[in-house]
């Protein structure tokens, strides 16, 4: 079963989006918290952190393997195994809240609060569900070989995303 479903997303004004995720993952948070949080493990599912100072107010550069965007900003909260946030150019405020559950699986409650239009927001909610199922498979020792990526999956997620959205 993926650990995501489909996400909501809230019109904020014009071109102005709010996207939620509720990700549940068969993971204890302390094993989690490095994939969200150092270089060696975003790599493996999201980006490349080419500069990621570990800290409130830090700077953070991440450049996707995928389709080679990069973008850089500040690490807007910091809270050790808990919270961390990322704010960057084009993809706007990035925000991982992690909940245990017992002790061996977490909840992710993430938001993205980001411009663009209707397309972009499509193309962002398909991203990240499929970064997400990335990282499912990252924290069970498959990380993304970027070498071999493809658009086939993210394709996939935004059809059925844009379908959603005119249901």
């Known amino acids: 079963m993926t650990p995501v479903t489909h996400a909501t997303s809230e019109n904020r004004g014009e071109n102005r989006w709010l996207l939620r995720f509720e990700v549940h993952l068969a993971c204890a948070y302390e094993d989690l918290w490095p994939a969200l949080s150092t270089a060696a493990g975003l790599r493996g599912w999201l980006a490349a952190a080419d500069v990621l100072e ?65 397309e972009d927001r499509l193309d962002a909610l398909a991203g990240w569900h499929h970064h997400f199922e990335l990282l499912e498979a990252a924290l069970h020792g498959h990380p993304a070989d970027w070498t071999q990526w493809t658009d086939a999956r993210w394709a996939e997620l935004r059809a059925s995303y844009a379908a959603f959205s005119h249901t």
């Open 54 to 118: 570990r800290r409130l107010g830090g700077a953070v550069t991440l450049r996707w393997l995928n389709t080679g965007t990069t973008v850089s900003g500040r690490v807007t909260a910091w809270d050790v195994e808990r919270v961390v946030e990322y704010t960057v150019a084009e993809q706007g405020r990035l925000r991982f809240h992690l909940d245990p559950v017992g002790t061996d699986s977490t909840v992710i409650r993430f938001q993205a609060e980001r411009s663009g239009t209707e």
